[in-house]
Structure formats: structure tokens, C-alpha cells
């Protein structure tokens, strides 16, 4: 079995050098028609004849692409190290485990289709920064689970609220519900209301200390050490109508929540390397899902996010 993993795995390297684990990740620049993964879709998907035509169809032409040679680099640098598959390759037998690579964005990405091409970003790893344990695919900071803004790993997606702890330096594979910290992260209450989830949003932004833990929204990534991440994906229960020829940006937002796998999910996770480009190579596991809470918006209130400066 550990060979034939290994096999599989050093595979899965060569021919694409993607985020592992179970259902696997699309190479870099590849979009998932099955939901919508990007915003920068969605000044097209406006202008089709019907509503699930707008969140199935394939990226504009017009959209900005990486190229080929800039494709290989990204599959390159995303390429997970051997020692670091022969070290977890029992616990990557297991569902609902994976291992991937995440790198910084440092302010590189400047806009959908622009890109930060001073001597400061010539390391930066384009759609790498982000990334769904959800789906087990990079994805924007819109659909994160975590992504690598900066220095620091953020839990800060659209429409949700992320709450990360340091756990310490604790084996994963050991790592359990009742582990020292987990017990409160288990137990957080999500948001009832739009009002309820800003205000926790603020919160996390601060940080929330209990027994000598910290549960906030963002923490500077530290090798050899293990996290967890509570990210409630909330739903939305206001109902649309028929969408209209034009709309704007914000109601896409809303509207593709529908095609977003919307759970509350509890990952934990270890930062196992730390690569000269600046990339986090990351193992992680799912240790509980459920379906997330549904928030209404008051007939009349206007639908916003919960952080509007950032989305």
C-alpha cells in the first residue's frame, strides 16, 4: 500500500504538481464550471441568456491567462516535496486528507487581470495565495478557507466568518476534538444575523482569548507547528428572482454563493516547510463539517458583507 501511494502520489507530482489528497486539484489556471471559484468571471457571466449559464460557462477570452511558461512555473513551484509525502503518506490514505503549498501574494496580484511586475514580486506565484479545504482546490480570497496575504495566514473569505488558533507544535495525525484548544473552537457559536456575524467579524479581527489560546481571523505562519480553522461559510436565506440582463457586482457576489460548497467546517492543519521562495508547503486534515447556518437580510436592508473595505 505505501508504495502504491507513493506511486501514485510522485505521479500526481510529475504530471502536475497540484495540491494532494482526496478528489485532487485542478492544475493552475483551469476553471471548475461546476460552481463559480472566481470572481473575475462574472462581469461575463452577466450578459448570458440564463441564470445557470452565468455560473457555468467557461472563462471570457478576454480575460487575462497565464501562459504557458508561466503555467509550468506555478506547477513547478507547487510541487510538494517527496520527503514531505513519504512522511504523511498514512495519513493521506485517509479521506478527507491533503497536502499542498501555499505562497505569500505580498500585494503582487493588483487586480483581476493586472499583476505587480516590480523587482519585489518577480517570486510571486500567481493564483497560489488561496485555498478551499472545502474543495481541496486554490481558489480566490473571495471562497478561502486560508489564504497567505502578507506575512500572515487569514481565514477572511466573502460572506463568512474564519477563526484560526495555533495549536502549537502537536502531531497531526494526533491531533483530535478533545486536543488542548479545540474544545472552544468546536463550541463557537456562529452568527445568527448579518449584524451578529459583523460584529464577530470584528472581533476575530482583535482576536478572542480563552485558556491561554487565541482564536482570531489571521496568525503568522510558523514552521513545524499545527492550526486549526473554523470557517462557517454561512448561506444565504434571501431568495432572488430571475436575474436580470445587468446587475451589479455585489448581487453576483450573493448570487454565487449558490454554487460555492457552503459548510461549517473545522480543518486542522501543519505547517511541515517553508521553501526559499517563500512558500508554505501545508498538511492538513477535516476533523468536522456540517451544513453552515443561514443568514436573512431584513426586507428592505441592503445585501453587504460583513467586511466591505476588503470585498
Given at each position: 500500500m505505501k508504495n502504491y501511494l507513493l506511486g501514485v502520489l510522485l505521479s500526481s507530482v510529475m504530471l502536475g504538481g497540484f495540491a494532494l489528497g482526496q478528489g485532487g486539484t485542478p492544475p493552475p489556471g483551469q476553471e471548475l464550471e461546476t460552481r463559480m471559484a472566481d470572481l473575475r468571471d462574472l462581469e461575463s457571466l452577466a450578459r448570458q441568456k440564463s441564470e445557470l449559464d452565468r455560473f457555468k460557462q467557461k472563462p471570457d477570452a478576454a480575460r487575462a491567462e497565464l501562459d504557458r511558461k508561466a503555467k509550468l512555473r506555478v506547477t513547478q513551484l507547487r510541487a510538494v516535496n517527496l520527503a514531505d509525502l513519504e512522511?504523511?503518506?498514512?495519513?493521506?490514505?485517509?479521506?478527507?486528507?491533503?497536502?499542498?503549498?501555499?505562497?505569500?501574494?505580498?500585494?503582487?496580484?493588483?487586480?483581476?487581470?493586472?499583476?505587480?511586475?516590480?523587482?519585489?514580486?518577480?517570486?510571486?506565484?500567481?493564483?497560489?495565495?488561496?485555498?478551499?479545504?472545502?474543495?481541496?482546490?486554490?481558489?480566490?480570497?473571495?471562497?478561502?478557507?486560508?489564504?497567505?496575504?502578507?506575512?500572515?495566514l487569514v481565514s477572511t473569505a466573502f460572506f463568512s466568518n474564519g477563526i484560526i488558533v495555533e495549536l502549537g507544535n502537536v502531531d497531526i495525525e494526533q491531533v483530535s476534538p478533545t486536543t488542548d484548544g479545540l474544545p472552544y473552537l468546536?463550541?463557537?457559536?456562529?452568527?445568527?444575523?448579518?449584524?451578529?456575524?459583523?460584529?464577530?467579524?470584528?472581533?476575530?479581527?482583535?482576536?478572542?482569548?480563552?485558556?491561554?489560546?487565541?482564536?482570531?481571523?489571521?496568525?503568522?505562519?510558523?514552521?513545524?507547528?499545527?492550526?486549526?480553522?473554523?470557517?462557517?461559510?454561512?448561506?444565504?436565506?434571501?431568495?432572488?428572482?430571475?436575474?436580470?440582463?445587468?446587475?451589479?457586482?455585489?448581487?453576483?457576489?450573493?448570487?454565487?454563493?449558490?454554487?460555492?460548497?457552503?459548510?461549517?467546517?473545522?480543518?486542522?492543519?501543519?505547517?511541515?516547510r517553508r521553501d526559499a521562495s517563500g512558500g508554505l508547503t501545508v498538511v492538513w486534515k477535516q476533523l468536522r463539517t456540517s451544513d453552515a447556518p443561514k443568514l436573512r437580510f431584513n426586507k428592505g436592508e441592503p445585501l453587504t458583507d460583513f467586511r466591505e473595505e476588503l470585498h
Open positions: 512522511r504523511f503518506h498514512t495519513l493521506l490514505e485517509a479521506a478527507n486528507t491533503g497536502i499542498m503549498k501555499i505562497f505569500p501574494d505580498d500585494g503582487c496580484a493588483a487586480s483581476r487581470t493586472v499583476v505587480n511586475v516590480s523587482e519585489a514580486c518577480q517570486a510571486f506565484v500567481p493564483e497560489s495565495s488561496d485555498f478551499s479545504f472545502r474543495e481541496n482546490v486554490y481558489t480566490t480570497d473571495l471562497y478561502h478557507d486560508i489564504g497567505f496575504h502578507g506575512h500572515d468546536l463550541a463557537f457559536k456562529p452568527a445568527g444575523n448579518p449584524t451578529e456575524a459583523k460584529e464577530l467579524m470584528a472581533r476575530l479581527r482583535s482576536g478572542i482569548f480563552d485558556g491561554g489560546f487565541r482564536y482570531a481571523e489571521s496568525t503568522r505562519p510558523t514552521v513545524n507547528t499545527t492550526y486549526a480553522v473554523r470557517n462557517i461559510a454561512y448561506r444565504l436565506a434571501n431568495s432572488f428572482g430571475p436575474a436580470p440582463k445587468e446587475m451589479p457586482l455585489n448581487e453576483m457576489k450573493f448570487r454565487s454563493l449558490a454554487f460555492d460548497k457552503r459548510t461549517d467546517q473545522v480543518t486542522v492543519f501543519r505547517i511541515v
